[in-house]
């Protein structure tokens, strides 16, 4: 049944927005919102890929040497690969929005239950090809990039050429997909096409509770800003202060799963051998492993993601329900 006219909409839902609209835009939100935070991602995949210090001291410290070293395009080595994630990152929202509203029609359970349930769904579908793609852009990531290093740089050059875990020649680095080629080149070679699959089961691990946990958090304290704040309060800034709350809330409960995956990915070690490594290095510190980029990206990317995703349904919504949804 549509909700009662005039009655203000706190959820917009699958059946209020016009498709039409809604794909475009969440494409272009997407590909925006991945490139944007991409560096952060690259940096924390090198703080997470190093053992203890010996490339960074952490997170300010990753930036400015890979900046300082690569350039602007040290930070963004791989993006193209990653933004393949678009359209995966499509069938996420789609199946996130299409499960809640499955629940919405046969139950009455609460939008942080339909959050939590619709949050896993979608995970689960968008990492069968998320993936295959994390391994390649997480590999191109660590290749270096330098052309030449000073002599007063040498250690730490050396340090960080030890995260590189293939090997790639100059010749192939200067040809347009060369990194590209040969990473996926290497995977295939050494592990076949399951190899794209590495560490499947830690992603799953991680991100189907990741996504779960956000979305219950966001419409939870979502809802306990709109009952407590002053009716006048902007709808967007409410979403835009649980989402960074609710990002970072995850990201530190499910961080040490996040280091395990991609050591998994990136090294090419069980997940036995990889938990043994990271104790035998670094003791039970490694619970924290590149959490400080994994709160930056995650505050700033929940924030940014929610911000183009309530936008975007709001421009998305069929004429009938426009007057009852405030920005």
């Known amino acids: 049944m549509d909700e009662l006219l005039g009655e203000e909409i706190h959820v917009i839902e699958l059946h209020m927005m016009d498709l039409r609209k809604f794909f475009p835009l969440t494409a272009a939100s997407n590909a925006a919102a991945r490139t944007f935070l991409y560096p952060l991602h690259l940096v924390r995949t090198h703080l997470q890929t190093q053992v203890g210090k010996q490339a960074y001291k952490g997170t300010w410290d990753a930036i400015k040497s890979i900046h300082g070293q690569q350039g602007i395009s040290g930070l963004y080595r791989g993006l193209p690969v990653h933004l393949c994630q678009v359209l995966p990152g499509m069938g ?5 929005e299409y499960v809640r509203n499955v629940i919405r029609n046969h139950t009455n359970w609460s939008d942080g239950t339909k959050s939590l349930i619709g949050g896993g769904t979608a995970s689960v579908v968008a990492q069968i090809f998320n993936v295959p793609i994390d391994i390649v852009s997480q590999h191109m990531m660590l290749i270096d990039g330098r052309k030449k290093s000073s002599k007063n740089v040498t ?12 090997n790639i020649t100059e010749e192939m680095k200067q040809r347009r997909f060369g990194v590209f080629q040969g990473v996926v080149r290497h995977v295939y070679h050494n592990d076949g096409i399951l190899g794209f699959y590495r560490g499947m089961s830690m992603s799953l691990l991680l991100f189907i509770p990741n996504s779960a946990l956000f979305w219950y958090f966001y419409e939870h304290l979502k809802g306990k800003m709109v009952s407590v704040l002053p009716e006048n309060v902007p709808r967007m800034l409410i979403n835009c202060l649980a989402s960074p709350l609710a990002g970072m809330s995850a990201a530190a409960i499910m961080n040490p799963v996040d280091v395990v995956r991609v050591r998994m990915q990136t090294k090419n070690v069980a997940l036995r051998n990889t938990v043994e490594t990271l104790i035998q290095e670094e003791g039970f510190f490694w619970l924290f492993k590149g959490l400080t980029a994994r709160f930056f990206h995650s505050a700033l990317g929940s924030t940014i993601l929610i911000l183009g995703y309530e936008a975007v349904k709001r421009g998305s919504l069929k004429s009938k329900y426009q007057d009852q949804v405030r920005w």
């Open 92 to 96: 996420y929202i789609y199946t996130y």
């Open 155 to 166: 250690v730490k050059t050396n340090a960080q050429k030890s995260l590189q875990q293939i």
